[in-house]
């Protein structure tokens, strides 16, 4: 089965979206007023102090969260408003740890061609487009170092034939080198596929290199959001340039 592709120019778009979490009687808002458009095709990097929402906002977009103020569109449509599964094949989540199921790479493959009713042709091919020997499909996911766990993480999201590819610090417990091969992985996967990246990161070298557009936030507000060759050379807001000038590790200065 295809993916239906959706004709818009803004693959993502944040409405005045919120997210709050009730601890016994407080109200903790964890995003607030949060207003963006993710353009179609682009790569745009989330930066931020630790704790300012970040992952929770990836989250809004596949609906492991539910936004409790605002909207959350993806591909023009509310996400509450999708199949749930149709949504996350749309709009696929790479995580850090990039989670394997137990079996062998070949398996964990063809999990993602079940769940969306794909049929998938050559496993040997995806597996090899990813960097990686297609002799590894046999062998135990769970056995394979995290550089390899990220490559066949990255092959289940083109098994899924997502338009959307959500990353959260997918390259921040990698060594050095592993981080540049996975980095370098994803914006060919980017070019080849035209796909939208929403791409959390600390690495601000990493945004800087990476993304089309670059937002900032800080304690689960948007601070900034520009060009990334404006943002770090010409932000506009004195958060910015003080998160960039490194003197927001934590959010609470803001």
């Given amino acids: ?13 944040f409405k005045q979206a919120g997210k709050c979490y009730v601890n016994g009687s407080e109200k903790q808002m964890v995003l607030q007023n949060i207003t963006g458009d993710v353009p179609a095709g682009a790569v745009v990097t989330l930066v ?19 936004p ?12 509450r408003e999708w199949d749930v599964n149709k949504l996350r094949q749309h ?11 137990p079996g062998t790479v ?20 995806l597996i090899q487009y990813v960097g990686l020997s297609k002799n590894i499909l046999p062998r135990s996911a769970e056995e394979l ?8 993480a990255l092959a289940r999201t083109l098994v899924n034939q997502s338009s ?8 921040s417990a990698l060594d050095p080198s592993a981080a540049k091969e996975i980095e370098e992985l994803i914006i060919k996967i980017h070019k080849d596929e035209q796909k939208t990246i929403l791409w959390v990161t600390h690495d601000l070298e990493q945004a800087r290199r990476v993304g089309d557009y670059t937002w900032l936030l800080a304690n689960g507000r948007l601070i900034e959001k520009a060009e990334t060759h404006s943002f770090f050379h010409y932000p506009e807001k004195e958060l910015t ?10 959010g609470k200065d803001l």
């Fill in 48 to 66: 931020g102090p630790s704790g300012s929402g970040k992952s929770t906002l990836l989250s809004l977009c596949n609906l492991l969260l539910t």
């Fill in 164 to 171: 959307i590819l959500m990353l959260d610090e997918m390259t």
């Fill in 241 to 250: 340039r003080r998160f960039l000038q490194g003197e927001l590790a934590g």
């Fill in 91 to 101: 709009a696929a989540l790479a995580f850090q740890t990039a989670p394997m199921i």
């Fill in 68 to 79: 409790d103020e605002g909207e959350v569109r993806i591909e023009g449509k509310e996400v």
């Fill in 1 to 13: 089965m295809s993916i239906e592709k959706l004709k818009t120019d803004i693959a993502i778009q």
């Fill in 145 to 152: 170092s995290g550089g390899q766990k990220q490559r066949v």
């Fill in 106 to 125: 070949h398996d964990n493959l063809m999990l993602a061609a079940r769940l969306h009713d794909i049929s998938l042709q050559s496993p040997e091919e």
